[in-house]
């Protein structure tokens, strides 16, 4: 959803788009949209952007709007060093793929601005989900949020907004003295493990796993568990269903939750980088 709209936000500011293995996203009568079920015109491209991420599984476009598998070489076949093309969480073997044609991909979701851009949707989906699923009020709330990265830190900063008690795990110290100047409460990372009984909601922001077994354990059994943590995430899944626990591990929330904010977050990336390049 959010590509399609980027789109949308292209063709708005006056630019030509074609829209490729994007068929069953929502139409729109843009006179700048142009939809397309071929390659033929793609070497025309000044920019071609590729989704976020480029790639779920291995040589393979990210496309699920397309009724028809979408293999990378193909595209990448018919393109130049000259254009300049993009997308999303790069990965090494579409790296490799691009470089042995002498192409260059730039990956709009490591840079900064991107990145806090996200953050903001990220954070607002974890309170739609904590609404959706906690049977009780955000107000009053016992909430833990384990990092105190970009999304940790909004993250607490709005659900303690809406008057929950927010406290934060870090590993670094530096990051706990922040949380502990903005009002929150503190735990070490490393030392979660029989400080989790009393939360009703904890939220980690972790790419690695930080809630296995023995942590798991000291949760209530009617604690939300909401994983924002790009893969592999930070809740040994396995053990949490063991213990009964729900885990909703958020994937890709700012697509989901907020698709015309994520798509113009792109879209100003995507100037910044061609303003870089005096393009």
Known sequence: MRQAKLAQLLAEDGHTVHLYALHAAPPDDH??????????????????ILPLPVSREPGMLNAPFSPESQPLEPILDRLSPSQFLCGGRLD???????QARGLTVRDYFAREELAVANAVPTAEGALQLAMEHLPITIHGARVLVIGFGRVGRLTAQRFSALGARVSVAARKYEQLAWAQAMGFGTEHLEQ???????????????PAQVLGQKELEDLRRDCLVLDLASKPGGVDLAAAGELGLTVIWALSLPGKVAPVTAGAAIKTTIYNMLHELGR
């Open 31 to 48: 006179p700048g949209l142009i939809h397309t079920d071929r390659l033929d015109h793609i070497e025309k491209a000044d920019c071609v």
């Open 192 to 206: 979660l493990a029989g400080w989790l009984c009393s939360y009703n909601l904890v939220i980690n922001t972790v």
């Open 92 to 98: 090494p073997e579409l790296t490799a793929i691009a």
